[in-house]
């Protein structure tokens, strides 16, 4: 490898080829163990980090676009919309847009980013349990292809921006009364929270009544999402099962068979070794099966299924980097390695206690492994990326750490927190490194501040 000085910092002008060992799940397939330390898709990590500073995201464009093409060839006959919240930015919107799926966006923000990064609007669907008169009249005016409705005030807010000749797609969210998700915060299937109209109850069929009554919507389908982290296929099951006896229900009081059943995301990934995610040869085998068979039971049409992943197509994809400040060794023989990053780039294992794995990345340790607890650099002590971790006993302030899996619900969860400044992204691909977001600055900070 050859290795240039540019700007004071040292990176890889060459690909660097060698042959690696793989190291497998959770990190991207690309990633291996060589010469030049742990590489993802051919880029040392060690140089990027020098190359681009630390706390560093590295994503693996060609990780995200084989998942992209993974559920594109899972599922043929339904439409994959990629779940913009678990992160999103313009190069991320060309690879979705490229690949061929959609985008399912829930604020002003995402919808904007999409629209200026040219993502074809009638492939975008906004759903939201608070859409402002904002939002709407922006998905509005983009025409987006669908709005989910998840409240009734929402729906006589967007009849009277649409009209019979200009219809707006909608589906209505409905709750079918399935718990799952990885921690209770996640868990959108249930009564009880907020998003949504329920099953039980009635509260769904109403919103349906509501919605054909407006000659300006039409309603497209229904939608459903039932969590995050969902390691099993078998809730999907139960929620076609009462989705479709709810579209048996519509059928039978208005007459109309709805082309569409979108049953949201939550596919999960793993994050330790030797952990599953959901299996999505499974998904594909059981779900379109078990849609059909209950159409059929019922007389009805088979609607179009629309899964939403997001975690599942980018949290693989990621691996985060970051430089060990401190290694504090206490006379309770704890360790505690101190890094530059922490709560406010990866607010998960602090909000759901979720647990990560860790490498030391850059330099080869013979030392043996022991317990160490690696901990951001904010002023929490629940500020804990990783708990007993396995590092070796030689770890040292300077040294690199890597975290993978960290594609989903990090950067796009990222805080201000002490000013830290969120982290920056760069992309690696055929042993090449660009940087898609620069790392966050106090004087982007200061740029907000308009008085004093
Ligand atoms: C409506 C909806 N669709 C899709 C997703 C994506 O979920 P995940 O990233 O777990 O696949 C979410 C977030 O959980 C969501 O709220
Ligand atoms: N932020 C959550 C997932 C929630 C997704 C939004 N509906 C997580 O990291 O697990």
Redesign the pocket.
Known sequence: MTLTPVRGCLYADEPDTTPGTPIGTPWPASAQDGPAGLTVAGVALADTADRFGTPLYVLDEDEVRSRCRAYRTALPGAEVLY?A??FLCSALADWITEEGLGL?V?SEGELRLAAAAGFPPERILL?GNAKSPEELRLARRLRVGRIVVDNLAEIPRLAALSSADTPQRVLVRVVPGVAAGHHEA?R?GVAGQKFGFALEGGDALEAVRRVLAQPGLVLAGLHC?LG??ITSVEPYLTAVDRLVELLSEIRDEHGVQLPELDL????AVPYLPGEAGLDLDEFAALVPVRLADACKRRRLDVPRLVV?????VVAPAAVAVYRVLTVKHTADGRVFAAVDGGMSDNPRPALYDARYSVRLVGRASTAAEREVDVVGRHCEAGDVLVRSARLPADLRPGDLLAVPAAG?YQLSMASGYNLVGRPALAAVRGGRARLLIRRESVEDFRAREVGR
């Open positions: 779940a919240k678990a399912d829930c759903h996640v959108t999402h995050s982290q949201g995301g939550g596919h939403e992943p997001g975690r599942a989903a």
